[in-house]
Each structure stands twice: as structure tokens, then as C-alpha cells.
């Protein structure tokens, strides 16, 4: 059992750490340990105990500074496998990448270092970010601490299996259509996709340049606030990146200021610290598709909320069944060009056997990539072609602004929030879709949404379904623009009224 | 049947700036293969394009300066197709909203005035560079490299409407288009380095026809003279295959320059489905009034504004006030030639510059900005023939001795030393035509009987014995005067 997994929080860690009662080495060795015992779940692709120990001793130097360290320094976190590292290899989790090792670090991945946050490796993902259970992996599933046979959702399913099963702290993940959120709900962690163009995209592995944004994955709100607060910010190398979040500069501190004025304001309030708070519910959320067990759980963390003095208003996103198609044109449209890249000329799989150039690229391309990244290639270039682009893409742009108005109409008079599930059902198991892969691009109708509008959204663990060993169900929490502060002390205030989020699996 | 050669022109002028468009590293010409290439130009995962400010405002210069349109929002797309000297395999141009739209480019053929609309401008990034030849693999087997150097540096795309209808037009047009962005200082002008190259969209239709016929690409035209031969080549074989029965298709071709020929590249059939779309990683592109307004204020006189300027308020004709706006070089020595003169004399300058100067420049194949007679001593000069010191027949000649670096270059001192100054004393002058008129009694007694013609002679004869040294306006007068 890693040793940070003795401390509840990144806070109460950070002080051991700094009183010098554990050392970053310490909880470096033990973590890469317990990641080794834990191989089975798959969650870790790349692990090099000599560099995580570098950084380990790193952060122990700046420790040596006791309250001037950096607020992460020793805090062992993992990254997923889609943030490029000078240090570990850098594969997507696909053939294509299985030997690439990038010469930069992706902002990321430096700021969290800069931060003092010891990186223990690297996690495994669905290729190139593409599927949600994460056996789209080159190097196989990774699988579900609370259950080996379920799948741990995806694309960030080693994220989360990590930070369930206690391997690491926290993880960095990434959401093109839900990614963060989808995974640690189907873990029983919490994580949160921040707004579009807080969090630089550079060195984040392009899927849907339009839609991904990174964000972490962790226990509970608290810690996540840990981690996107020194994660945030504007990059110039990211020119999608924002400056200025609403009249506030983007950089770090602004999330977390935002989280304590909402949490003294919630203090002030007593003992219905939520009071005057409106939930939008969205009746599209309950359809038919719901499964009962995860209709309960979300009933149930409404009924809390409710409890803490919001109100429940029912409101209408009339086009979140639209939004399965529309991202599905939208994020295969940018996927087959950002993948372009991938032809074996400069790095990456090269075919052995061609005859010519154009026999080198297809081939390597067909050799490299799996049938995920093939099949949305195939998709995203057939609605980009000549006599396509008009009724596909062009049309789901139409859409997708229409989302847009739906959301912002909704914050507008109705509702502060907007809560609902995040997936339909809990964790499939392992292998259930692998004939009809549509089947999993329709499990995603709850979170495409808010990808295509860019908002905030995050996931906490609410409650158990599942017909055999107990499954977790996450609770979807959807902000206006830059409101990630306010919606981690939400969140904070859900957790403190409830312990859903300090449930563990038992060990296999 | 009499033909009309329709063409348009699409010219990639690469703009200036340090560092490329999409990235920080460096556009210098020449580097050792791939030394000027980082993980933007190199297209490594998770690098992303950030747009060079610098490149814009070339642009917004060159929209100004052509009296287009500079669009207050354009939008970067994405060109989608595989090549291995393309690291994305897509390339970062303007699709439907370029940010110059419009405009229009003047300049002379055969002395004509022709103006040329543009249909737009837009920004784009350059290619890398495939090696065929020379290059070896790491085991010593034939194999093609790639140079990413070139990868990222900036282009401004500038398409012009199909409004030119003879190789010389075009010329005409091109080497315009290239003095302008060379005078504004957005591009280096050199075509060997492949910095300003055309590609020429060529059609014949039967004079009179109003439709446009089909029309060929002819790319890879890398100087004016090879432009002329390959749109001649190209409307030539166009017609000749059309009188021989055949019909044009649609098509891409290259100029091979040794072959004087162009051949077939890929047909319409073949042509790419680029599959544009707005790239997601770059937000459009804002151009704020005041932007374009910091960008005005930095530029230099324009060559239409100063060609009317010298015009209006030098006096010069359209015609020479066009030549001496060709290039900046060419304009600032004739003003500051003209600045040395007393007013009114700047006509007798530009005939200077045009003439003289622009002569032995051409004869040596020198830039203007090395040429060895300086404006300060050509307006010297200048102003021995205004004050009737020599005329300028003989200004020529000091000119002459001025170039070749005689007595320091200095014009009086020539005139001094080889004896040049004219004869404007009268008594000289009188001596001479009595001598003349002594020697020519038949001439003389031809003059009273009415004969112009014998006058003439009389003042041939007066200049002959003057050594040319004599003022003729004076000579004339005073020979009038005797024959009374």
C-alpha cells in the first residue's frame, strides 16, 4: 500500500511533507511499488523508477525550504500517456508512437512539476484519446479497480483506475467529449474538464483541437483544486489558450480564489450553505436510456443537494441527443487532419514493406494506427470532402452553436448549475462493445454537449449500481464559463455532506 | 482565326520576417539541412502553430499599399493533402476569407498605362523540400531527403484577376508586383532563393468571344524571362492544339526552363480534394482599425503617392514619374539629385536619371545604389548645363569622365581641366562668325536669297570652329545680328 495513500488529502500530505515526516523519495518508492504490484489493471503504460526518483529528490531538496516549497512538491501524480514528456516515452497508447519519445514537455506537465509534483509515470488511455472504456489501447485495457472485468471508461480509464485503486495522488487526464468526466465517474473518482482555453493544449497529443482540454483526476474536489489551480493558465505557445478569463487574468490562483470566496460564502450561509443555489435538471438527462441504478445514485446526490438548501429547477437542453452526431462529425473532422502527421516520414511506425511513397504512408498509417482511429480517419475525412462538407460539417458547426445558445439560455434565467449523470449506465464489462462501437459513442450522449460548448463540467463519485460486485456512479456538475472554482466548492460542500468519494475498492 | 491569350497570376512573395509563421525559428536562406526546424516545423506531437504578428503586418502593408481591402477578420484553414516535405500533411493558408481582399496593381507596357485588379491576398506557410538528387541514404543508397528549413516561412499568396492578355503584360505585371513588395520591404525580391515565384493561369479564346476558354496552372516559373517563354510556349501549344481540333483540359503543368517547354503535371481528374476546414488551433484573425492605422504610419511613401507627387508637384511626366518609381533606390537618388537643383529643375533631372544614369547602369549591369556618380555630383552637374557653363551635349561627355572616376569625379573639375566651359563671350564668339563669314560667301549670299538651310550651315560651321564650346543660343543671335 503506497504511503500517501495514509493521508486523505493533498493538504494534509503537503504538511507531512513539509514537517519532514515523510520524504518525496519515500512516497516516490513506495508508489512505483504498489504500481508494479498493480499491474494488472493496466493503468500504467511507461514507469522509469530513475527518473521519477530524480524528481522525488528533486522536490525533497525544495522541501528543505519547509513553507517556501511549491505547494506540490513530493505529491506523487501520474500523467496520462497523451501528455508528451521529455523524460518517458510518449505513445498515445497507440503502435504509431510505441517508441516516440518527445524532446519537449507538454505545459501541463512542466507547470505540475514546477509545482513540485513528482511524476511516476505515465497512464494508459484509449488511442489517441479516441473511446470511452479504454480498449482502444495499443497495449491493451486497462481495467477497473473496482471491478478487473469492467472496463474503467475512457479515454482517460488509466487516470482513473490509478487514482481509485491509490497508485497515485491525482492524474492528469483529457476531455475531448468526456474523458475526464466519463472515467472517474465509472472509477468512483473525482474530475473535473475545465473551460476551454484555461489549460494550454501544448504538448497535449491533438485529437479534437476544438473540444480537448485537459484536466485532472483525483479523490475529491479539494485535491482537484490542488491540481487545475497550478495547471491552469495562458500559454502564448497555445493560441487557443485565453488571457483573460471574464475581465481575470488566466493563471494560476484565479481557480483557487474563485473556490474561496464561493466556500466562505457557502460558510456564511449556515446551516443551508447552499441556499438561493438553482440546479438546472436537465429532463433530457433522465430518458429513456438512464439505467434505474444510476437514476437512483444522481436522484439521491440531488436530494442532498437539495438538503443543503438549493433549489431544483427543470430546464431543457431540447438538443443533447443532437449532440452525438454533431460531435461525431466535428471531433473525427479535426482527428483525421491533426493525424495526418502520423505518415512515418519523420518519427513514428514506418511500414517495412512499399513499393512507393504513397504505399509507405498508407501502410504505415494502416499498420499504426487501430480500428478506432481508423474507423473516425475514415469519418472525420469523408464529411471534411468535396460535396460533403456542406451537409455534415458545416451543418454540425450550425448545430453545435445551437448547443451553445441552449446552455447559455439555460444559465441565463434558469439555473446556476446544471446537474444530471454522467454516463447512462455503470462500467460495461470488458470486451461488451467490441462488436458495435457505436454503442459506445452513444453512451456519451451526456457529456458531449458541454465539450462542444467548451463549459466547465466535472464528475463526483454519488453512489454504487451494478448487478454484480458494486459499480460507482458519478454526478455530472455543469458551470457557466470559467466558474471552476465555484463548482470544485460545490462539489466540496457535496463531499463533506457525503462520503461516496472516500469509498475504496477492496483489493483484488 | 486572330487569338487572345487570357492570363492571371498567382505569386508567392515570401515575406521578410525573422522567424517563421507558425513558429520562432529562424527563415534564414541557406542553413545546413534541418538546423532551422523545431517541433512546430517538424510537426511532432503535441505542437501547436502560434501566428507571427510580424507576417500580418507585412500583409496589412501590402493590402494598403495595393488599395485593397483589409479584412477586420479572417480565418487560417487548414489545406489538406500528403506530401513528405508537408510535416502536417496539411497546410496552414486562408481559404474563404483572406485578409487582403481586393486591390489593384498599375504599371506601363510599352509606354501604356495598365492597371491589373487583384482578387486577394493571403497568408500561408511554406513547404519543406523534398531532395532528390545527390542525396544519399545512411547506408549510401539512393534515397530522397527531406529539409524542413523551409517548412514555416511565410508566404503572402497574392492572385491577381485574369485581366492581362499578352506575355508581356504579365512581365509587365510581375516585375511590377515585385518592385512594389521589394520597395515596401516585406519581401527580398530574390527569385533564385525562390522568394517571389509566380504560377500563371493561361487560356486563348477566339478574339471577341467573351467567354474565358479553359485555362492551365503553369507552375515552377522562377524569373520574368522564363515567365514570358512559358505563357508564349503555353498559348502557342493552347492554340495549336485547338486549330489542330483538339481541346484544352483543365490542368497543372510545369515550365521545364531547359526544354523551353511546359509539360502536363496532373489533370483536373487528379487534382487533390484539399479538404478545407478552419483550423481549430488558430482563432481567426482580428485586425482592429488602429492596428491598421500603426501599421500606415510605419510605412514608406508609397510608389502611387509619390508618382503623384512628382507629377503634380515636380512636373514630370506620368510616364517618367512611373519609371522613377519602379524601385526605392531609383527614387531616392532622383530626389535627392532633384533636392540639389535649384525648383523647376526636377524634369532636367529625371531625364538625367532616366537617361544617362539608367544607361551606364544597364551598360555595367550595376543596381543604382552603386552607381559611382552620387546625386550630389550629378546635380553638380546638372547645374553647369543650367547656368550655360556646357551644354549638354557636353555634359555627356563629363558624365562620362565622371564615371570612370576622372579628377575625383568632380564635374567642374573636368570641365576645367579638359577645357569644356563653353564660349559665351561675345567678342570670341564675334570673331568666330566673321572668320566663318569670310570663308562662306556663297553660303552668306544663299542666306539673303531666303535659304534657312544655309543659315544652318553658317551656325555648323561657327559650332565646328568653336570645338562645340560655343553657346548655340548665342552663336545664332549673333550671327543674326551680322548677316543683319
Known amino acids: 500500500m503506497p504511503l500517501h495513500n495514509e493521508f486523505d488529502s493533498i493538504a494534509s500530505l503537503r504538511e507531512a511533507l513539509r514537517a519532514r515526516r515523510v520524504s518525496a523519495r519515500e512516497l516516490a518508492t513506495s508508489a512505483l511499488e504498489a504500481a508494479h504490484a498493480r499491474a494488472d489493471l493496466n493503468a500504467f503504460l511507461h514507469i522509469d523508477a530513475d527518473l521519477t526518483l530524480a524528481e522525488a529528490d528533486a522536490a525533497d531538496r525544495l522541501l528543505e525550504q519547509g513553507a517556501q516549497a511549491p505547494a506540490l512538491a513530493g505529491v ?87 487514482v481509485a485503486a491509490g497508485l497515485a495522488m491525482g492524474a492528469t487526464g483529457t476531455d475531448t467529449g468526456g474523458s475526464v468526466r466519463q472515467p472517474s465517474a465509472l472509477c ?3 474530475g473535473i474538464k475545465p473551460t476551454y482555453g484555461t ?95 444510476v437514476a437512483t445514485a444522481v436522484e439521491a446526490a440531488l436530494a442532498t443537494f437539495e438538503s443543503l438548501g438549493a433549489e431544483r429547477v427543470a430546464i431543457s437542453l431540447p438538443r443533447t441527443e443532437l449532440a452525438i452526431p454533431t460531435y461525431y462529425v466535428i471531433a473525427p473532422a479535426e482527428a483525421s487532419s491533426n493525424l495526418s502527421r502520423y505518415d512515418g516520414v519523420r518519427y513514428g511506425h514506418r511500414a517495412q514493406q512499399y513499393s512507393d511513397l504513397g504505399e509507405m504512408t498508407s501502410r504505415s498509417r494502416t499498420e499504426g494506427f487501430g480500428p478506432e482511429v481508423l474507423r473516425r480517419i475514415m469519418v472525420g475525412t469523408y464529411v471534411l470532402s468535396h460535396g460533403y ?112 468519494h472516500q469509498r475504496k475498492p477492496e483489493l483484488a | 482565326m486572330e487569338w487572345e491569350i487570357v492570363i492571371g497570376l498567382e505569386t508567392h512573395t515570401q515575406l521578410s520576417t525573422q522567424s517563421k509563421i507558425f513558429s520562432d525559428s529562424s527563415t534564414r536562406f541557406g542553413a545546413e539541412p534541418n538546423t532551422q526546424a523545431n517541433e512546430v516545423d517538424m510537426a511532432l506531437p503535441g505542437s501547436l502553430p502560434v501566428l507571427n504578428k510580424g507576417a500580418v503586418e507585412r500583409a496589412i502593408q501590402f493590402g494598403l499599399a495595393v488599395g485593397a481591402h483589409v479584412a477586420p477578420l479572417s480565418i487560417f484553414a487548414r489545406k489538406n493533402y500528403f506530401y513528405p516535405d508537408l510535416p502536417k500533411n496539411y497546410q496552414i493558408s486562408q481559404y474563404e476569407i483572406p485578409v487582403v481582399q481586393g486591390g489593384s496593381i498599375s504599371f506601363f507596357v510599352d509606354g501604356v498605362e495598365k492597371t491589373v485588379n487583384l482578387t486577394r491576398a493571403h497568408l500561408e506557410e511554406d513547404a519543406g523540400k523534398s531532395l532528390h538528387e545527390d542525396f544519399t541514404g545512411p547506408h549510401g543508397e539512393s534515397s530522397t531527403g527531406i529539409d524542413l528549413n523551409r517548412a514555416g516561412t511565410p508566404l503572402l499568396e497574392i492572385v491577381s484577376e485574369p485581366e492581362m492578355r499578352s506575355a508581356a503584360e504579365a512581365v509587365a505585371y510581375a516585375r511590377a508586383l515585385h518592385s512594389l513588395v521589394v520597395w515596401l520591404g516585406i519581401c527580398d525580391g530574390n527569385m533564385q532563393e525562390g522568394s517571389f515565384r509566380c504560377d500563371a493561369n493561361v487560356s486563348v479564346r477566339p478574339k471577341g468571344q467573351k467567354e474565358f476558354g479553359t485555362r492551365s496552372e503553369i507552375k515552377n516559373v522562377n524569373s520574368f524571362r522564363f515567365l514570358e517563354r512559358a505563357i508564349l510556349f503555353e498559348a502557342r501549344r493552347q492554340i495549336e492544339l ?10 497543372t503543368r510545369l515550365y521545364d526552363a531547359d526544354r523551353d517547354e511546359t ?141 570612370s572616376g576622372e579628377q575625383g569625379g ?49 551656325v555648323g560651321q561657327v559650332m565646328k570652329a568653336a570645338k562645340g564650346k560655343a553657346n548655340p543660343q548665342q552663336v545664332n543671335d549673333l550671327l543674326r545680328q551680322k548677316l543683319g
Not at chain 1, 211 to 218: E, M, N, R, S, T
Not at chain 2, 410 to 424: F, W
Open chain 1, 76 to 162: 506523487p501524480i501520474a500523467h496520462k500517456d497523451l501528455f508528451v514528456t521529455q523524460g518517458w516515452r510518449t505513445t498515445a497508447a497507440s503502435k504509431m508512437l510505441a517508441q516516440y519519445k518527445s524532446p519537449f514537455d507538454a505545459t501541463v506537465v512542466s507547470r505540475l512539476q514546477n509545482a513540485g509534483a513528482v511524476s511516476l509515470g505515465k497512464l494508459n488511455c484509449d488511442e489517441f484519446a479516441m473511446g470511452s472504456g479504454n480498449e482502444n489501447s495499443a497495449f491493451g485495457p486497462a481495467r477497473n479497480p473496482w471491478d478487473p472485468d469492467a472496463v474503467p471508461g475512457g479515454s482517460s480509464g488509466g487516470s482513473a483506475a490509478a
Open chain 1, 188 to 190: 468512483g473518482v473525482s
Open chain 1, 199 to 293: 489549460v494550454s493544449r501544448y504538448g497535449m497529443i491533438a485529437y479534437g483541437s476544438s473540444l480537448d482540454q485537459a484536466g485532472p483526476i483525483a479523490r475529491h474536489a479539494r485535491d482537484l483544486l490542488e491540481l487545475l489551480d497550478p495547471m491552469s493558465g495562458f500559454d502564448p505557445r497555445d493560441a487557443t489558450s485565453l488571457e483573460a478569463c471574464d475581465g481575470q487574468k488566466n493563471e494560476p490562483g484565479r481557480i483557487h480564489a474563485q473556490f474561496v470566496s464561493a466556500a466562505r460564502e457557502f460558510d456564511a450561509a449556515g446551516s443551508q450553505p447552499l441556499k438561493g443555489l438553482r440546479i438546472g435538471v436537465p429532463g433530457e438527462f433522465f430518458g429513456a436510456g438512464l439505467a434505474p441504478d
Open chain 1, 389 to 500: 462538407y456542406d451537409a455534415y460539417y458545416l451543418q454540425a458547426q450550425r448545430v453545435r452553436r445551437m448547443i451553445v445558445n441552449d446552455f447559455q439560455q439555460a444559465f441565463a434565467g434558469q439555473c446556476d448549475v446544471i446537474m444530471g449523470p454522467v454516463t447512462p449506465t455503470v462500467a460495461k464489462r470488458i470486451g461488451d462493445n467490441r462488436e458495435d462501437p457505436v454503442a459506445d459513442w452513444l453512451a456519451d450522449i451526456y457529456t458531449l454537449g458541454v465539450s462542444l460548448a467548451g463549459l466547465p463540467a466535472m464528475s463526483v463519485p454519488c453512489g454504487f449500481g451494478g448487478s454484480g460486485k458494486p459499480l460507482p456512479v458519478g454526478l455530472q456538475i455543469i458551470g457557466n464559463y470559467f466558474s471552476e472554482g465555484r463548482l470544485l466548492a460545490l462539489a466540496d460542500r457535496f463531499q463533506q455532506a457525503t462520503d461516496w
Open chain 2, 242 to 251: 485547338i486549330e489542330d481540333g483538339g481541346t484544352v483540359v483543365q490542368e
Open chain 2, 263 to 403: 509539360r502536363s503535371m496532373r489533370s483536373k481528374e487528379d487534382a487533390h480534394d484539399y479538404r478545407y476546414f478552419p483550423d481549430p488551433d488558430l482563432p481567426p484573425l482580428v485586425i482592429a482599425p488602429e492596428w491598421i492605422e500603426q501599421v500606415r504610419a510605419a510605412m514608406p511613401e508609397l510608389p502611387r503617392h509619390k508618382r503623384e507627387r512628382f507629377e503634380q508637384a515636380l512636373g514630370l511626366t506620368a510616364y517618367d514619374a512611373a519609371q522613377l518609381t519602379m524601385d526605392r533606390d531609383t527614387s531616392d537618388y532622383f530626389e535627392r539629385t532633384a533636392a540639389a537643383l535649384p525648383n523647376g529643375q526636377a524634369k532636367l533631372a529625371a531625364n538625367w536619371v532616366l537617361g544617362e544614369v539608367s544607361a551606364a547602369l544597364n551598360r555595367e549591369e550595376r543596381e543604382i545604389g552603386a552607381c559611382p556618380v552620387k546625386p550630389t555630383a550629378l546635380a553638380s552637374l546638372i547645374a553647369r548645363i543650367i547656368d550655360g557653363t556646357i551644354s549638354n551635349k557636353i555634359a555627356r561627355e563629363v558624365f562620362a569622365a565622371m564615371w
Open chain 2, 410 to 458: 568632380d564635374a567642374d573639375a573636368i570641365i576645367e581641366a579638359r577645357g569644356l566651359k563653353q564660349i559665351s563671350d561675345t567678342g570670341a564668339i564675334g570673331a568666330m562668325i566673321d572668320e566663318v563669314l569670310a570663308a562662306n560667301p556663297a553660303a552668306v549670299e544663299e542666306y539673303r536669297a531666303g535659304k534657312q538651310k544655309a543659315f544652318n550651315s553658317l
